[in-house]
Each structure stands twice: as C-alpha cells, then as structure tokens.
C-alpha cells in the first residue's frame, strides 16, 4: 500500500483533459462507448522495474477473478495521485506518449476496475499501440497489457479504486485506520540503548528472585521464636542470628536491585521517549502543507506529548513490574508447594476467581476514569481557547459567560471524578476484606495442618507472605495487560505520524547555477486537498518578467492567496505547472526555493518568543548581527529596535505580543530581507495597519522591491498603482490584465474594485 494516504477516483464518461492535468491529457481522446453487462472484477498489479530492455507481463487466475503484473520501464510522476490518474488515464485515453517532469522518483500503482468495462476500454487504447487488449469469456481475466515508449525508474506497490460509471472525478481520502505498532521504527529507537535494558531487565531478575526467598527465610526465623517460646533452650540470640542476618543481607541486596534497574529503566525509557519526540517532530516538520490542512495542531501537539509520555510509562512499568511479578508468580507458587502442597491446592481454586473479579472491577473503574480524563482534558481545553483568545473575550466583555462555561466543565468533571473516587474507595474496601479473609482462612486451614504436625509455625509464615506475594502479582499482571494496550495504542498513534512520507519531498532536487527570477503559472488548476470538489483556480494562466512587480487583486475567495501558496510550492497544481526560468518548481530542491530563492511576508507575520535579533535571523540562521542590523535598516525597523532599552536582545512575547502590527510587519520584512530572495511575494503585508503603520510599511517594501521579482496580493487598492502590471482575478481566472491607468480606463472589474472601495474607505484613497 502507499505510505501516508490513499484515494479513491470515481469518473463519469467526460472529456480526456478533464481527467489529467496537461501535458498528460493534450495528446489524447475518449470514446463513449455502450457498456456490457459483465460484472466481474479484474485487478491489475503493476510493478515496474529497471531493467531497460525487458518488457514482460504474468498473470494469474482464481475465483473469477484475474491478476495480471506488467513490468515495464516507466517515467512516473512525483505524486501517488498524479500516478494514479495517469494510469486510469492510460486506460480510458489510450496515449501514445507521456512527457513526465524530467525529475522522476520510483512509483507503484495497481488498479481495480470493472469487468463491465472492458469494451470501453479496450476501443480507447489505438490500434497502433502495442500490446493490445485481448478478449475473453465472461467470468475470466481480462489480460490487458500497457505499451512501453515511457522513460523509466522502478517503482513500489500501491493501490487505487476506480469507477468509471460514476460521478465526476473526485478523490476522498480514506478514514485512517486504527495504527499498528511498528516494530521495526521501535527496534531502531530502542537499539542504542540495548545494553542498559538488558542490565536493567537482569537487576529485575534478580530482585523478583530475592523476593522469593524472603518468605522461606522469614519462616526460618519464625520457627526459630516459636522453637524458643516453646522450649525455652539455647542460646536465643545466637540461633536467630543465622535466620535474621540472611533476611536483613536479601533486603539490602534488593533494595540495591530495585534501585538499581529501576535507574537503568528511567534512563532506557527517557532516551527513547526523546528520540522517539524528536524523530515525530522531524517527521511533522517534513510533512507538507496539505497535511495540516487536514490534521488539528492539538492532535499533533498531543502524539508529542500525551502519547510519548503513555508509552514511555507504559514502556518502563511493563518491563520492571512485568518481569519481576511473572517472576514473583512462579517462584513463589514454587515455593508454596514446596511448603504444602494442600493449602497451595486450594489457594489455586480462590486466587483466579479473585484475580478475575478484580480484573473485571478495574476494567469498569479505568471506564470512569477515561470518561473522567475526557472531561478535564474538554474543561482544559475550553480555558486554553479562552486564555489564547483573550483579548476577544475582553472586547466583547465575555468574562461571565466564559468563566459560566468553564465552571460548568469543572462541575462536571468533579462529578465524574467524584464517582470515581467512590468506586475506587469500594473496591479497596473490598479488596481488603476479601484479603483479610484469605489470611484468616490461610491461617485456619494452617491451623490445623499444624495440629496434625504437617506444618510448622515458620511454614504457615512463610505460606502466608508467599501467597501475598502472590496475590500482589497477579493483581499487577492483570493490571500491566491493560498498561500493555494502552502503550501500544498510544506507540502506534505516534509511530502512524513518524512513518508517514511527505507528498512534497524537502530535498534533492535540482538547483540551477544562475536564477534570474522570471515566473510562469501554465494553465494551472487547483482544488484544496480539503475542498477536491471546488476548483481555486482554473487554467490560470500567467507570466511575471525578472524584475518585475505585479499585483494580483480581485474579491475574497478569488485565488489571491493561492497563487503565492502554489508558487512557495506549499501546495502542487492539480493540473498544469509553476515555472521559474523555465522550469517546472516540482523539479527543484525545495529547501533551497524556499530557503533562498523566495521571501514570504503574509498579512499577519508570526514571530517567535524570543529576541528581535534571533526572529530576524531566522531568515538566514548563519547570518552575522551586522547583516541582521542591515536587513532591519533596509525594513525600516531599526530606528523603533533601537528604542527598546534592549535593542535587538528584546525578549518578544508569544508571537509578538509586545510588538505593535507595524513593528511586527517590519521585523517580518527584515527577516525576510535577509536572505536575499530573488523573488518577493508580499500577500497583502499592509492590510491590517493603520494609516501611519502602513506608510512606514510600505516605504520598507518599496526599498525592499529593487532587483527583486515581486508578486503583491493587495486588498488596498491604492498601494499598488505603481505595480509594472495588475492582474485582476475572478473565479480562479484571469480576468483583466494591465497598468492601473489602462485598467480604470477600461472601466472593467478593477475600476469596480477602485469604485466601491473609495465609496466603503474614502480615507483609504
């Protein structure tokens, strides 16, 4: 399967184009075709290999079903659905040719259609490719073999779903599936760190052994004093010394044991549990921007900590408590036979029922308790909206209303906690008197094996701890079961996030020497991975000379912001291709695009909780404070920076808090500023700020436009009449084109923008 995420496709009869983007689809045609009545199944499985001179294809039958494997060489695109589409395209288009980017990465891809189809699918392929679909009976596989003429690279296994009889191509992204543990990701966080397990797991051993000759031991001692009591003979403190010295040395001895291991394990469980954060928060890092569309930052946020810190614990109980209560288990019910095989025979018939039963009880009791967590964790969550949000809580006077809501949660989670308490108080009654009473009739059943001389004094002293001992085991072991479940549970919620690759790969793609700056959106399509059935954009045709300014306008929801988005390539067009110099962005490394070739300044720049200084040169980690005190200069930010009676070294609050929307819009240009970017998109950078802010803003932009590439997305109109050219957008398209003065002069949608934003701001103008 592929990694991360799956699609299904679903097509009715439409046009070729609108199956793939171009050039995939501008080679090729479609045929509406009767289709038969078959309703079989055939699945192809394709693995495309490497071998350049060998194309070969295998088949299978069983049940009614066929399997066919073609293995062919073949050029597929970057994108798990891009290979899908251009496979189902394969089959509905029949091309002859495909012209992939020239950066390939192996892929897989299989394919279950209808039977019914065969005819439709068979008259799309060209009688001049080869080779061609051949007929078969109904109920039989249905052989199809796919033409070569593709460049090649291998490729792995993955699946897709299609339905040619159905709606308008729409892709959905499966619900995910409740996430296995991954040994093989745990075995390499936990290797390293091998040696101090096993020392760790062998002190376990060894405490859960001594554990098993205290009983023996203190039942030596125990029929040394009933032997003095009765006889009064001998020396009594030379006799109880033996006994009493052993039992003392196996408690030190243990004591070192227990602390010992429980050491090694805190260190074992904390060196995991770190890397096991770090490789998660690396692995979200990669992740493209489509993935937090689709994923909580809370959800996120607590797989770093809720559930590395469940399965640390879970981790470190289980192998300590784990080990050394089996251990305790069988050793001392050893020992209880060796001690009496009668009384360990009916310890046998009670112990279960009772271990059961307070199994059982627990289950019901970590119920309430999980509806208990949930409680708080919605009451925690409630105040942290209102404390994030709190200057809108304070605007709109919401102090009462949010402090009533809260106190409802809390009210509501002291109930369910208060239930808790109560059972928990019930069964520790319980348990009490249910173990009272096995000590009670221990010593009753003891009594009278003593009477008949099978048993001593020490003997039903040592029964007694023994099968406490036991008892306590049992009750641990039953309790790490479920310990067990939740660690793997959580582990495999965490190990779902880090194995999961990136749809937008970070790294290795092509750098050119020299980049001018010139920029070429070619029949772009969008939809959001989110929205799939709502296009953003559509044929969106656009080309920025080097050097330039342009501006995009146009009302809200139009694809302003889109267009910056897809040219950060934090999304890849549906159909078509972003071009810088020429070449396709898909091809190029994006760490270094986006690190060095683009400067993103957005409506409400994000600072970090740190100093001015370490915010602006988190723009170019490497660079020095006098090239940050630069970039600051040329943002007009230095003046206000100085100011500060910490200059640079000025501690910022959470995102900025400190800093005005001015302030904060400078230091984000600053940071932007100083890597250099050849390309500057500025997505409407002054649209939040007052009249005197934007007028120190824009005089920061203006400086920051020479020898750059500049794409602004404006909503105030009257900070781009001195843009080379403005594009106006509407409905995902390009709708007018030109300098400010053509525009008005044309009296089209610009003029109307210009119009009702005078009449809505006249100050504005």
């Not at 693995?47 to 066919?68: A, C, F, I, K, Y």
């Given at each position: 399967?592929?990694?991360?995420?799956?699609?299904?496709?679903?097509?009715?009869?439409?046009?070729?184009?609108?199956?793939?983007?171009?050039?995939?689809?501008?080679?090729?045609?479609?045929?509406?075709?009767?289709?038969?009545?078959?309703?079989?199944?055939?699945?192809?499985?394709?693995?495309?290999?490497?071998?350049?001179?060998?194309?070969?294809?295998?088949?299978?039958?069983?049940?009614?079903?066929?399997?066919?494997?073609?293995?062919?060489?073949?050029?597929?695109?970057?994108?798990?659905?891009?290979?899908?589409?251009?496979?189902?395209?394969?089959?509905?288009?029949?091309?002859?040719?495909?012209?992939?980017?020239?950066?390939?990465?192996?892929?897989?891809?299989?394919?279950?259609?209808?039977?019914?189809?065969?005819?439709?699918?068979?008259?799309?392929?060209?009688?001049?490719?080869?080779?061609?679909?051949?007929?078969?009976?109904?109920?039989?596989?249905?052989?199809?073999?796919?033409?070569?003429?593709?460049?090649?690279?291998?490729?792995?296994?993955?699946?897709?779903?299609?339905?040619?009889?159905?709606?308008?191509?729409?892709?959905?992204?499966?619900?995910?599936?409740?996430?296995?543990?991954?040994?093989?990701?745990?075995?390499?966080?936990?290797?390293?760190?091998?040696?101090?397990?096993?020392?760790?797991?062998?002190?376990?051993?060894?405490?859960?052994?001594?554990?098993?000759?205290?009983?023996?031991?203190?039942?030596?001692?125990?029929?040394?004093?009933?032997?003095?009591?009765?006889?009064?003979?001998?020396?009594?403190?030379?006799?109880?010394?033996?006994?009493?010295?052993?039992?003392?040395?196996?408690?030190?001895?243990?004591?070192?044991?227990?602390?010992?291991?429980?050491?090694?394990?805190?260190?074992?469980?904390?060196?995991?549990?770190?890397?096991?954060?770090?490789?998660?928060?690396?692995?979200?890092?990669?992740?493209?921007?489509?993935?937090?569309?689709?994923?909580?930052?809370?959800?996120?946020?607590?797989?770093?900590?809720?559930?590395?810190?469940?399965?640390?614990?879970?981790?470190?109980?289980?192998?300590?408590?784990?080990?050394?209560?089996?251990?305790?288990?069988?050793?001392?019910?050893?020992?209880?036979?060796?001690?009496?095989?009668?009384?360990?025979?009916?310890?046998?018939?009670?112990?279960?029922?009772?271990?059961?039963?307070?199994?059982?009880?627990?289950?019901?009791?970590?119920?309430?308790?999980?509806?208990?967590?949930?409680?708080?964790?919605?009451?925690?969550?409630?105040?942290?909206?209102?404390?994030?949000?709190?200057?809108?809580?304070?605007?709109?006077?919401?102090?009462?209303?949010?402090?009533?809501?809260?106190?409802?949660?809390?009210?509501?989670?002291?109930?369910?906690?208060?239930?808790?308490?109560?059972g928990i108080a019930a069964f520790q009654g319980l348990s009490n008197v249910v173990l009272n009473c096995i000590v009670l009739g221990t010593i009753f059943a003891g009594g009278s094996l003593m009477s008949s001389k099978e048993l001593s004094a020490g003997d039903l002293m040592s029964f007694l701890v023994a099968s406490q001992t036991v008892q306590r085991s049992m009750a641990n072991?039953?309790?790490?079961?479920?310990?067990?479940?939740?660690?793997?549970?959580?582990?495999?919620?965490?190990?779902?996030?880090?194995?999961?690759?990136?749809?937008?790969?970070?790294?290795?793609?092509?750098?050119?020497?020299?980049?001018?700056?010139?920029?070429?959106?070619?029949?772009?399509?969008?939809?959001?991975?989110?929205?799939?059935?709502?296009?953003?954009?559509?044929?969106?045709?656009?080309?920025?000379?080097?050097?330039?300014?342009?501006?995009?306008?146009?009302?809200?929801?139009?694809?302003?912001?889109?267009?910056?988005?897809?040219?950060?390539?934090?999304?890849?067009?549906?159909?078509?291709?972003?071009?810088?110099?020429?070449?396709?962005?898909?091809?190029?490394?994006?760490?270094?695009?986006?690190?060095?070739?683009?400067?993103?300044?957005?409506?409400?720049?994000?600072?970090?909780?740190?100093?001015?200084?370490?915010?602006?040169?988190?723009?170019?980690?490497?660079?020095?404070?006098?090239?940050?005190?630069?970039?600051?200069?040329?943002?007009?930010?230095?003046?206000?920076?100085?100011?500060?009676?910490?200059?640079?070294?000025?501690?910022?609050?959470?995102?900025?808090?400190?800093?005005?929307?001015?302030?904060?819009?400078?230091?984000?240009?600053?940071?932007?500023?100083?890597?250099?970017?050849?390309?500057?998109?500025?997505?409407?950078?002054?649209?939040?700020?007052?009249?005197?802010?934007?007028?120190?803003?824009?005089?920061?932009?203006?400086?920051?436009?020479?020898?750059?590439?500049?794409?602004?997305?404006?909503?105030?109109?009257?900070?781009?009449?001195?843009?080379?050219?403005?594009?106006?957008?509407?409905?995902?398209?390009?709708?007018?084109?030109?300098?400010?003065?053509?525009?008005?002069?044309?009296?089209?949608?610009?003029?109307?923008?210009?119009?009702?934003?005078?009449?809505?701001?006249?100050?504005?103008?």
């Amino acid at each position: 399967m592929w990694k991360g995420r799956s699609h299904i496709y679903s097509y009715r009869p439409l046009a070729a184009a609108s199956l793939y983007p171009a050039p995939y689809s501008q080679h090729s045609s479609c045929h509406n075709i009767p289709l038969p009545s078959e309703d079989h199944v055939t699945i192809l499985e394709y693995q495309v290999t490497s071998s350049p001179n060998r194309d070969s294809v295998s088949e299978r039958r069983e049940e009614g079903r066929g399997h066919l494997t073609c293995r062919y060489y073949a050029g597929i695109p970057d994108r798990p659905d891009h290979v899908e589409a251009m496979l189902l395209h394969f089959l509905q288009a029949g091309l002859r040719q495909c012209r992939p980017p020239a950066r390939l990465t192996g892929r897989g891809f299989g394919l279950s259609l209808p039977l019914a189809n065969y005819s439709r699918l068979r008259n799309a392929w060209r009688p001049s490719l080869r080779p061609v679909w051949k007929p078969v009976k109904k109920g039989k596989l249905l052989a199809v073999l796919l033409g070569p003429a593709l460049l090649g690279v291998g490729v792995r296994a993955a699946r897709c779903q299609v339905d040619l009889n159905g709606p308008p191509l729409t892709v959905s992204q499966r619900g995910r599936p409740e996430p296995e543990f991954n040994w093989a990701q745990f075995w390499k966080l936990l290797r390293p760190e091998l040696i101090s397990l096993f020392t760790a797991i062998i002190l376990a051993f060894g405490a859960a052994l001594l554990n098993i000759q205290i009983p023996l031991i203190l039942g030596e001692l125990v029929n040394v004093v009933s032997r003095y009591t009765r006889e009064h003979a001998g020396n009594y403190l030379r006799e109880v010394q033996g006994p009493a010295l052993k039992l003392l040395c196996l408690y030190g001895a243990q004591g070192l044991l227990t602390c010992g291991y429980i050491v090694l394990l805190s260190r074992v469980g904390e060196r995991v549990a770190g890397s096991m954060r770090k490789s998660l928060f690396f692995s979200l890092l990669r992740q493209d921007v489509a993935f937090f569309d689709a994923e909580k930052t809370g959800l996120l946020v607590n797989r770093l900590t809720s559930d590395v810190q469940e399965f640390k614990s879970s981790f470190k109980q289980v192998i300590s408590q784990g080990l050394r209560s089996l251990t305790q288990t069988v050793g001392c019910f050893l020992s209880l036979y060796y001690i009496s095989p009668k009384l360990t025979g009916l310890l046998l018939v009670v112990m279960p029922v009772l271990v059961g039963s307070g199994a059982l009880i627990g289950s019901f009791l970590r119920k309430l308790s999980r509806r208990a967590q949930e409680q708080v964790a919605r009451a925690t969550g409630l105040a942290d909206e209102a404390l994030g949000n709190v200057r809108t809580v304070k605007a709109f006077a919401m102090e009462t209303r949010e402090m009533e809501l809260y106190s409802a949660e809390v009210d509501k989670s002291s109930q369910h906690n208060e239930v808790l308490g109560v059972g928990i108080a019930a069964f520790q009654g319980l348990s009490n008197v249910v173990l009272n009473c096995i000590v009670l009739g221990t010593i009753f059943a003891g009594g009278s094996l003593m009477s008949s001389k099978e048993l001593s004094a020490g003997d039903l002293m040592s029964f007694l701890v023994a099968s406490q001992t036991v008892q306590r085991s049992m009750a641990n072991m039953s309790v790490l079961f479920g310990q067990v479940v939740r660690g793997l549970s959580a582990g495999g919620r965490v190990f779902e996030f880090m194995s999961l690759e990136p749809t937008i790969p970070l790294s290795g793609g092509f750098k050119p020497p020299v980049l001018k700056g010139e920029i070429h959106f070619k029949d772009v399509s969008f939809s959001y991975p989110t929205r799939p059935g709502h296009e953003v954009l559509k044929k969106f045709d656009l080309r920025i000379p080097h050097g330039k300014t342009v501006a995009l306008v146009g009302q809200s929801g139009g694809g302003k912001s889109t267009v910056a988005a897809l040219l950060e390539r934090f999304y890849d067009p549906t159909e078509g291709a972003v071009q810088l110099d020429g070449v396709d962005i898909r091809i190029l490394d994006l760490s270094w695009l986006r690190g060095e070739v683009i400067g993103f300044i957005n409506q409400e720049p994000v600072l970090f909780g740190t100093t001015i200084l370490e915010n602006i040169r988190f723009g170019r980690p490497d660079a020095t404070d006098a090239e940050v005190c630069e970039a600051a200069a040329q943002a007009n930010a230095d003046s206000f920076i100085r100011s500060f009676p910490e200059g640079y070294n000025t501690m910022l609050g959470e995102r900025g808090v400190t800093l005005s929307g001015g302030q904060k819009q400078r230091v984000a240009i600053a940071r932007a500023l100083l890597k250099d970017p050849k390309i500057l998109i500025l997505d409407e950078a002054t649209s939040a700020l007052d009249t005197e802010s934007e007028r120190a803003v824009q005089v920061a932009l203006d400086r920051a436009r020479s020898g750059r590439t500049v794409v602004v997305i404006a909503h105030r109109l009257s900070t781009i009449s001195e843009a080379d050219f403005i594009v106006v957008l509407s409905k995902g398209q390009v709708a007018e084109l030109g300098t400010h003065e053509d525009l008005l002069r044309r009296g089209g949608l610009y003029a109307d923008l210009i119009r009702r934003q005078k009449q809505e701001s006249p100050e504005s103008q």
